[in-house]
Every structure is written in C-alpha cells, then in structure tokens.
C-alpha cells in the first residue's frame, strides 16, 4: 500500500524528532510492503521566516490532499514578540480548524521500564498505568466569542465557553468507541454544578452513553479530577473532557508518566484523517544537540498506522520496539539515570528501526 503523508517538521527540535520518525516508519514500510510518500509543508515559526505567515495556504491545501500528518513542534522565543494571531502556535489552532481535526487522543502510559521516574508514589502506580484523554478540540473557550469592554470595574477582557449538542455527541461517541477497545469505562469531566454549558455536556453525554451499555460511565467535576489523576490515577481509563479542561488535564496526566518525551498525540476527523505529533513543545534549548527524545514521535507515527491507516500490526511492531529499545537498557538524555550512557536523538532512532 501507498501512503501520503504531509509532514511539518516546525520549529525547534521538531526537524530532529521528525527524521527519526520517518526512519521507522521506512522501517516498518520495508518489512510490510508499504511506502509512505512524504511532503514536507511549512507552518509555525519556520513558516513565519519563510513566508512571512504561521500557516501558508499551500500547507493546508497539501494537508488536505495527504491521507494523514506528521508534525514535529512549533513554536519558540524567537517569535514571542509577535501579535497572538500571528504567533506560530496559531498554526495549529489553523490546522485543527481547517482539517475539521475534533477529537484529540493523548495516551499516558507509563512503561515498567520507566516507573523510577514517575514522581507518584510506586504503590500508587504499581502494576502499570495506561489512560487516555478525549479531549474535544475544535469548541469550546479556545474558539468563542472573545472581546473587550467597558465595566464598572475598568475595562474587561471575556471569551465565551459555547458547545452544542453535537459538538459534544461527536466527541463523546469518540470516547465510548475507544473504551469498547480498552477497559469499557469512560469518566466524563465538566463543570456542571457552576457552567451552563457543563450541564449540556453532562446531559448529552449521558444520552450517548446509553447507546453503550457495556462502558460504565462516571462524572466527575475538573477540580475533583485533577486531583484524583495524582491520587488515584488507576480510577480512569478513558476520560472525555471539553477543549479547555482536556488542555490542562491531559498534561498533568503526561507529567505522572515521569517524561513528556515519551507521549504520543492524535487529532481526528471524521473519517479517521488525523493529524500526528509529539505532546513536548519546540524545545529550542537544546535543538541542534542531539538531545531531544523522538520517541514520542516514533509513538505517535504508530498511532496514525493503527488509527488512520488501519495497519495495527505495523502500530503495534512500532509499540514493541520501543518497548524493547527501553527492556535492552536504552536510554535517551531526558530519561537516562545512574550509569546509562544516553544516546542521541539520532541514534535512538536508529535502534528503534533495527528492533521493527
């Protein structure tokens, strides 16, 4: 099979994550048969410098005509002067947007390999740890009303949390469908006992959920849940959340795994398209060291095998050979402890691709 793929390597250590994440996958296309034809299109800050906007019309067009993409990161200091919708994370606000990307999938795993370097307790996580976030991504705060104006106070900023009813049902059926293949339990987390817009997503919710009466489905206000993730974090499975609420959520639920290099994102629309890319930022610090960890790319590359292509024996090849990269005692700089000598970004990927 053939597959085309429109890749934004972006800014900071995006370009070096990116190329060892196509190296795998001309891993996996060799051993499989596939070939994955790759077009490189800017956005963020290189496209900023390039073309003097954070998302040129050819990127989306080309985005659109691709069967998914890959993306590395953007953003970085460079640009921080700029105007809010000129800056180079408007880009994927513009991606998400123009690719009708709705639905956000950010696992948290944590490998056995790894546990040492959870910050929670080992009883708390003993025996593994595997969540994943539904996090609705095209609603909500992030694209309401917004404005100023005057108040008795002085003058006020607002922007307005807004969700229909099939915004949210979207959403929800993403989630439901995930934990028929998981665990069947799905929490849903809102604000209803203070936000209109909570108690319409609570309802709704509710309504879908009787659809899947295999999946128990539990509710749970945002500040109760973000203490139960550090708490009791084996309480969830899969949790279904608004736009902002899954922003914050989902990264704390990616700090309990010890690293954020080691996280995997998807974007979806309808009909499977979706975008790919690493939960980390730009990381421009240490962009040109050899330093930055790809497997969170390489994973994420693996996701759009099982949840774009269909190829869930290439996804789970890709799975296994991290998991063997990290069972052999490899080590990458941000999670290397005692005497492991870690090796570079490069070199992970190298061994990554020997182990598919």
Not at 72 to 80: E, I, L, T
Request: net charge negative.
């Amino acid at each position: 099979m053939k597959y085309r793929i429109a890749v934004v390597k972006g800014d900071g250590i995006g370009p070096e994550v990116i190329d060892e994440a196509t190296k795998v996958l001309d891993a996996v296309g060799e051993r499989f048969g596939h070939t994955f034809e790759y077009t490189y299109v800017l956005a963020g800050g290189a496209a900023i410098d390039e073309t003097g906007r954070c998302l040129p019309d050819e990127t989306v067009d080309i985005a659109k005509a691709s069967d998914a993409v890959l993306l590395g990161a953007v953003g970085g200091p460079k640009w921080d002067d700029l105007p809010g919708d000129e800056r180079p994370e408007r880009a994927l606000l513009g991606l998400r947007k123009e690719l009708g990307l709705f639905a956000n999938l950010r696992p948290a795993m944590v490998f056995d390999e790894l546990a040492d370097a959870s910050p929670l307790k080992p009883e708390i996580i003993d025996g593994g740890l595997d969540i994943v976030v539904v996090r609705e991504l095209t609603g909500g705060i992030y694209f309401g009303e917004k404005g100023f104006k005057e108040t008795e106070m002085g003058p006020a900023a607002y922007d307005v949390e807004q969700y229909s009813t099939e915004e949210i049902r979207r959403i929800a059926k993403v989630a439901f469908d995930m934990a028929m293949k998981r665990g069947k339990r799905v929490t849903s987390i809102d604000k209803a006992n203070v936000l209109e817009s909570s108690r319409l997503w609570r309802k709704t919710v509710a309504e879908v959920a009787a659809d899947y009466p295999e999946v128990a489905l539990d509710n749970m206000y945002v500040d109760n849940g973000a203490m139960q993730l550090v708490r009791n974090p084996k309480h969830f499975d899969v949790i279904v959340t608004s736009n902002i609420f899954g922003d914050i959520l989902s990264d704390e639920a990616s700090q309990i795994t010890g690293s954020i290099g080691m996280l995997p994102s998807a974007s979806l629309a309808d009909g499977n398209f979706g975008m790919y890319e690493p939960v980390h930022g730009s990381a421009p610090d240490i962009a040109g060291t050899g330093k930055a960890n790809p497997l969170a790319t390489i994973l994420s590359a693996g996701m759009m095998l099982r949840y774009t292509f269909g190829l869930k024996e290439e996804a789970d090849a890709v799975d296994n050979a991290v998991r063997s990269f990290l069972k052999a005692g490899f080590r990458t700089f941000d999670i290397a402890t005692g005497d492991a000598v870690p090796l570079t970004t490069a070199e992970t990927g190298d061994k990554v691709a020997s182990f598919i």
